[in-house]
């Protein structure tokens, strides 16, 4: 199955939204997702990608900006992971793994050290998530420990990163 990852186009956003209020069952993330690319300070439009599969979009991933504050009051810059949509019909065929993977290569490339997702334990881990507390970075938020993780894009980037995770304004309403 041939999978294209490209960076998202305005012409895509309806889609997007689409995408994302099929997979999750609502509207939460579709909206958080209009929310974060008018944020400037967050958005980075080089990481808001989609999969197309024969041509159509099948699924979106989108990566913004975050903060962990350190324990001893330092500001680290990092990325989250989220959301992360395919279609129901066309889970299980690679497309996640493709968006995950082409994502963290980009994010990679764009000069950002580390990720944070707030996730299936069993599926992220195969991209080399691990849990966050292994870092000593927590949640702002009450998430069982497993399901926050974290992963270095460039070794060594959350040494001493011991802290909490901000993230924008705009997850707040999810």
């Known amino acids: 199955m041939e999978i294209v990852i490209r960076q998202e186009k305005p012409e895509d956003y309806a889609l997007v939204y689409e995408i994302n209020e099929i997979a999750f069952g609502q509207n939460s993330e579709a909206k958080l997702v209009e929310a974060l690319r008018k944020n400037k300070d967050v958005f980075i439009p080089e990481l808001s990608l989609i999969a197309l599969y024969k041509g159509e979009v099948m699924g979106h991933i989108l990566f913004t900006k975050i903060t962990i504050l350190t324990t001893d009051g330092q500001y680290k810059e990092s990325l989250a992971l989220a959301p992360m949509a395919v279609l129901p019909q066309m889970q299980l065929k690679g497309i996640g793994s493709a968006l995950i993977k082409q994502g963290l290569k980009k994010a990679r490339d764009l000069g950002f050290a580390s990720v944070i997702v707030l996730g299936h334990p069993a599926y992220y881990t ?18 069982p420990e497993n399901a926050f993780m974290a992963i270095e894009l460039i070794d060594g980037a959350l040494k001493e990163s011991e802290g909490v995770v901000y993230y924008s304004k705009e997850f707040e309403n999810v």
């Open 126 to 143: 195969k991209f080399g998530f691990t849990s966050a507390s292994y870092y000593g970075i927590r949640p702002p938020f009450e998430v």
